[in-house]
């Protein structure tokens, strides 16, 4: 099936879906991180003491801007936030489809990726509105790699080498958080990939890519600078170094690594319901992580990283999530820890690589073009089948999993919806229940005991200001 501009209407209805569903799952009533952000933000959004703070790039600046705009036209609402999310994710849904639209890649391959971005296995940050700057980081990045895209091409416009300097300022201060990390690292092993290249082709170095590297880091640094000022907090219940526990339960970090793999098949609700043993879990995972070699393999032997860089930089940047989640993570001591769908939008990276990866080199045996150091004949024909039925084995397992997990997240909607419901009638009765109601109603730091006294805290604000729930009582 022949790509065309009828494609770009995909991202507008996986959009629209996304859209439906946070509708269908949820009532427009703070919880969880919200009571955080009201008692830390509200009721004066425009308090510079607020602003002004020594780990304000760890609080993304933007979410202020946002959160000023939530206020004074939309009564703090949730609904604000996570309409913000998905409209990012559709926009990177769009950049997507423009890359697989200039590449001429197959609308199979299209709509298989759409399947992919869409999946409901990420459907906690999608109803955690707070969560909605992450979409935005991650349509930057996407912004990032395809200018440098079109320069690695050698289809660089007039100002792409003015963009490969700023963008890092505007998406790791203004938008990426705790995620920039990871795509300063891919910028950094991108760059340095095309010197070797370009050393190995006899090419002149070009002193541009330093200059890139250096932009790429200066942020990153300001960022871990302005950390290093935030107030510490005990994210889970391990007392020991890591090295001590990998030597002591070395099974568990392999078993968590694995397992976080298998979450991109089939998400961890799914699974639990389904799975009762480790064996499937590991089983998916496996095939996961073959994917990726698959997809790294076939990289080298078509050469693809010369012709565009973006798939092997998706991969890059799924791989070491993987890896980032497993080190900052293993402290709750749950080996599932690594499957939960707030991790989904950072993993769903890596599969897009893989999908794109497979999706030119379908395109190449197509046209007839050979790997490096094959002849035609028999084994050529062979080695073909052999790899297109693993290309297509892996993403059919992926889509089927995705398939799977969003049928039964859409099934959940109602349900998850009751539960919002029964959250609100429980906000507007606030005074009337106990600490421990509050918390539990609202998942809010259940193992601290105060957790309670800041719902309690946060519903008295946004009561007086008559905003969120009790906007209804205007």
């Known amino acids: 099936m022949k790509t065309g501009k009828w494609c770009y209407v995909l991202p507008v209805i996986g959009a629209a879906f996304g859209l439906w569903y946070v509708w269908a799952a949820f009532a427009d009533v703070v919880y969880s991180d919200y009571i955080r952000l009201v008692n830390s933000y509200l009721p004066d959004v425009w308090d510079p003491d607020k602003f002004f703070v020594g780990d304000i790039l760890t609080r993304i600046?933007?979410?202020y801007v946002a959160r000023i705009i939530n206020v004074t036209f939309f009564d703090y609402s949730i609904r604000f936030d996570q309409v913000l999310g998905i409209l990012f994710l559709g926009v990177s849904a769009l950049q997507i489809t423009s890359y697989c639209m200039r590449q001429k890649i197959s609308a199979i391959w299209v709509l298989s990726l759409m399947v992919l971005i869409f999946s409901l296995n990420k459907w906690e940050m999608m109803i955690n509105g707070s969560g909605w700057i992450h979409f935005l980081a991650f349509t930057g990045f996407y912004c990032h790699y395809l200018v440098l895209e079109r320069v690695w091409r050698g289809e660089e416009r007039k100002n792409d080498h003015i963009w490969l300097?700023?963008?890092?300022w505007i998406v790791t201060i203004?938008?990426?958080?705790p995620y920039c990390a990871i795509y300063t690292v891919v910028l950094l092993l991108t760059y340095g990939f095309?010197?070797?290249?370009?050393?190995v082709r006899g090419e002149p170095w070009e002193k541009r890519y330093l200059l890139y590297g250096v932009s790429a880091v200066a942020p990153l640094f300001l960022y871990m600078v302005s950390s290093s000022l935030a107030e510490p907090e005990k994210l889970g219940v391990a007392d020991v170094p890591l090295l001590t526990q990998l030597l002591d339960t070395p099974g568990f970090f392999l078993r968590f690594f694995i397992k976080s793999f298998a979450s991109m098949a089939v998400g961890v609700e799914c699974a639990q319901a389904v799975f009762s043993s480790n064996l499937p879990y590991y089983i998916l995972g496996a095939v996961v992580m073959a994917g990726y070699g698959l997809a790294l393999w076939q990289q080298w032997r078509y050469?693809?990283?010369e012709e565009t860089i973006f798939p092997l930089m998706l991969l890059c940047a799924g791989?070491?999530?993987?890896?980032?989640?497993l080190v900052s993570r293993?402290?709750?001591l749950r080996e599932d820890y690594g499957m939960s769908s707030r991790y989904a939008l950072q993993f769903q990276v890596g599969i897009l690589g893989m999908a794109l990866t497979f999706g030119l080199v379908w395109k190449k045996m197509a046209d007839g073009e050979m790997p490096k150091g094959r002849t035609r004949g028999l084994w050529a024909v062979a080695g073909k089948v052999l790899t297109r039925c693993f290309m297509a084995g892996i993403t059919i397992l992926l889509l089927a999993g995705n398939g799977y997990t969003t049928v039964q997240e859409v099934k959940k909607a109602p349900h998850r919806k009751e539960r919002c419901m029964e959250r609100a009638k429980i906000a507007l009765d606030f005074e009337n229940r106990t600490d421990e109601e509050l918390k539990a109603n609202f998942e809010y730091h259940m193992s601290r005991p105060e957790g309670g006294q800041?719902?309690?805290?946060a519903l008295e604000i946004l009561k007086k200001q008559q905003w969120n729930i009790f906007r209804q009582q205007k």
């Open 61 to 63: 600046p933007l979410n």
């Open 165 to 168: 300097l700023i963008l890092p």
């Open 174 to 177: 203004g938008m990426a958080g």
């Open 194 to 199: 095309r010197t070797v290249l370009g050393n």
């Open 303 to 305: 050469s693809l990283y």
């Open 319 to 325: 791989g070491l999530n993987h890896i980032l989640i």
């Open 330 to 332: 293993w402290v709750f």
């Open 454 to 457: 800041e719902v309690r805290a």
